[in-house]
């Protein structure tokens, strides 16, 4: 493989699309949530906020910070979210474009540990090493928009999300889609930050290298930093989607189709908030719903096949409320690239693309999303391949048919030395961590995994991919910016 | 025997609210020990379901709602208790999500397991001030004080409880376990807490052995 013929980013085409809820069964979970957002509402943890939304049309009780939402407040909102945007690259080509046409990988987030690419043991995660791996996912082309994949835990608490934005900036011009900053004053930072790095306000504005979610708190909750951070983002032209996690059975009911509904109620809710406050601000409809173990009340690591019913549902409900999706992929809770982490990525994977996800998030973590590996974001990158491979489809032209290569050879003979297979055999799928050697060669190698592979590529990659750098200036700008918050940040501790 | 006790701890298995409150309210009512009522009643039924549990017959969920109907039961036999001078349960855990933290999920159900093994456990809730953490070991005296946190920014306020109840020169007096996805054993022994459970059931186990007590034979 050439350097220069790889693209530095690899969508995948949406041509593939299973939609197994009926109409119907749509209409049943859109009403159900309509529903719950005007008889049950959503708790808003700000006295301002409430205000302003019930000027907007929301039933407010001020007391309990009870916002109830009537259905046409709601859906007359999110008519106003808008269907298709750019998210920009700090290269031009990485900007990428939600318009169903295409899917887009992100780089998974924010794990607090992580596997040491050399010991191969589990440690917390510094600021160095979300350089380490967010230049590792610039150079891998199916990474498309970068999450922070782990925290920059060996900084300060109150700018932690400012450093891991300078680690992000100084490695990546991928678009970089911010979920740490969950409070309004980081927000500012951040904005302050990729302002600067493309040259404006009104430069963000139009080339948004920027995007950002706030998650909501399940059951229906939605905290007043988060949401003073969306309008941040908001306001500054940067979209901003809500992800919604609720823990089937304990955050919400015990059925998959109730589980829905809260993940449907928060989000649309969510939407409708901002869209009350700033209309038209592009945001997106986010699914990170899983499942609970019953017996330990964890996580359940064992994410199977109620995990594809929700990326089923909420892209097919997303583009029913014609927002933009990010659905929930590659969620395992092996401990290290396994037999299960194969199978429960190359499932949800393949799951969340036929159900039509303009975003999938997210790769890169083992263990239920709380352990970063290096590894899977090089296995994953091979899924996904596989996956685009498959939804580019097989070609049925006259030269794909080969009726006169068929008679060239007649029965009996072969096609290997044929001008037509010389001509289109490099069209096919080509493994690249696959273990296609001989069993005498695994053993001459000491019985090597995919995952060591996978490990050598990628301590090549961060050792030799080189990141596009900053104007000049930039980072010495970047770091007054961190260094006002921080002031900041003590005088208010100690004001 | 009271065969009424046998039919409380028959109640909190079937997870009927109803009846176990009933119940309660006509032993304490007429007269009986509150400390029998809540060891041989209340306590022994969680016992047993803790057994189960860990013969997985039971589920979490089951262990939470019966948690929930013993709270509801102990809020009956609790003043008559204090008004007999009795002792309450063994030993007392504090438990709180930190300050900053609204997800109180994992807490709510270590809290639950922790009542199958026989602890007294009081919930501060969540988003809790260090002073009140600190408040409540000054004024309980648990055995063990359990913090929680989900968020990478919240978890750093357990060691300020930590540092806190030095201070407050209540830290030998207790022992600390932390707990939340970023939690991990090399976290705990740098903020110098006594131990880290990844779940509610190791959380158990941790306490017990925090507390020198065994787990009831099954």
């Known amino acids: ?495 | 025997m009271d065969e009424r006790i046998l039919a409380l701890r028959e109640a909190l298995y079937a997870l009927d609210e109803a009846t176990a409150v009933g119940i309660t309210g006509e032993l304490i009512g007429g007269g009986a020990a509150p400390q029998e009522v809540l060891q041989q009643g209340l306590a022994e039924a969680m016992l047993e379901i803790g057994r189960r549990w860990n013969a997985g017959d039971v589920f979490l969920p089951e262990v939470v709602a019966a948690a929930e109907i013993f709270k509801k039961c102990n809020e009956i036999v609790e003043p008559a208790l204090i008004a007999a001078g009795g002792k309450t349960l063994g030993h007392k855990v504090v438990m709180a999500t930190v300050k900053g933290d609204l997800h109180d999920l994992g807490k709510n159900m270590v809290g639950a397991m922790m009542k199958t093994a026989g602890f007294e456990v009081h919930d501060l809730g969540k988003d809790v001030p260090t002073e009140r953490i600190v408040e409540a070991v000054r004024d309980m005296e648990p055995t063990i004080v359990g913090l929680s946190s989900l968020l990478t920014t919240t978890v750093p306020e357990q060691r300020n409880v930590i540092k806190a109840l030095e201070e407050a020169g209540l830290r030998r007096a207790v022992k600390v376990m932390v707990g939340g996805a970023p939690v991990t054993e090399e976290w705990a022994t740098e903020i110098g807490a006594d131990g880290f459970a990844p779940n509610a059931p190791e959380a158990v186990k941790l306490a017990l052995q925090l507390a020198g007590s065994e787990r009831p034979e099954a």
């Open chain 1, 1 to 495: 493989m050439s350097a220069e013929g790889t693209p530095r980013i690899r969508p995948v085409p949406l041509r593939l699309r299973l939609d197994p809820f009926t109409e119907d069964e749509i209409e049943r979970i859109h009403s159900a949530t309509l529903r719950v957002l005007e008889r049950t509402g959503m708790h808003i943890r700000s006295p301002r906020l409430v205000k302003e939304l019930e000027r907007a049309g929301a039933i407010a009780d001020h007391e309990a910070l009870r916002v109830r939402l009537p259905a046409e407040v709601v859906e007359e909102a999110i008519r106003l979210a808008p269907l298709t945007y750019r998210l920009a690259g700090r290269d031009p080509d990485c900007d990428i474009v939600l318009d169903g046409a295409n899917s887009y990988l992100t780089l998974d987030g924010c794990a607090s540990d992580l596997v040491d690419l050399e010991t191969g043991l589990r440690r917390s995660s510094t600021k160095a090493d979300l350089e380490r791996a967010t230049r590792l996912a610039d150079a891998v082309p199916e990474i498309t928009i970068i999450w922070q994949p782990v925290a920059a835990q060996d900084q300060l608490t109150a700018v932690q999300p400012l450093h891991e934005m300078h680690a992000q900036l100084t490695n990546t011009s991928k678009h970089i889609q911010q979920m740490t900053a969950i409070d309004p004053h980081n927000a500012r930072g951040i904005v302050e930050m990729a302002r600067i790095a493309v040259g404006g306000e009104r430069a963000l504005r139009e080339r948004p290298i920027l995007s950002a979610f706030q998650c909501t708190l399940s059951p229906l909750t939605i905290d007043g930093d988060p949401l003073e951070a969306a309008l941040v983002y908001a306001e500054a032209g940067v979209p901003c989607g809500w992800v919604s996690m609720p823990l089937m059975t304990a955050t919400a009911p015990t059925t998959p189709a109730g589980t829905v509904v809260i993940t449907n109620a928060e989000l649309l809710g969510a939407m409708a908030v901002v869209q009350l406050l700033v209309p038209g601000a592009p945001t997106f409809y986010g699914v990170c719903t899983s499942t609970m173990d019953l017996q330990s009340g964890s996580i359940a690591n064992a994410f199977g096949p109620e995990e594809q019913f929700f990326s089923f549902a909420c892209g097919q409900l997303a583009r029913r409320y014609g927002v933009p999706s990010e659905l929930g992929t590659f969620g395992t809770g092996a401990k290290t690239q396994d037999w299960q982490a194969g199978a429960q990525n190359m499932l949800s994977g393949l799951v969340s693309y036929l159900a039509g996800g303009d975003m999938l998030c997210a790769s890169g973590t083992i263990y239920a999303g709380s352990v970063f590996a290096f590894e899977t974001v090089i296995l994953d990158s091979e899924l996904v391949d596989i996956i685009r491979f498959m939804n580019e489809g097989m070609s049925v032209t006259d030269e794909d048919l080969a009726v006169d290569v068929i008679e060239d050879v007649g029965p009996g003979g072969h096609f290997l030395a044929h001008p037509h297979t010389l001509a289109n055999m490099r069209r096919g799928w080509q493994p690249r961590y696959f273990d296609r050697g001989t069993w005498e060669e695994w053993e001459a190698a000491g019985r090597p995994s995919p995952r060591d592979r996978a490990n050598e590529r990628a301590r090549q990659l961060v050792a030799e991919h080189v990141p596009l750098p900053l104007d000049n200036g930039v980072e010495e700008q970047l770091l007054e910016v961190i260094e006002t918050h921080r002031k900041e940040a003590e005088g208010a501790d100690h004001g």
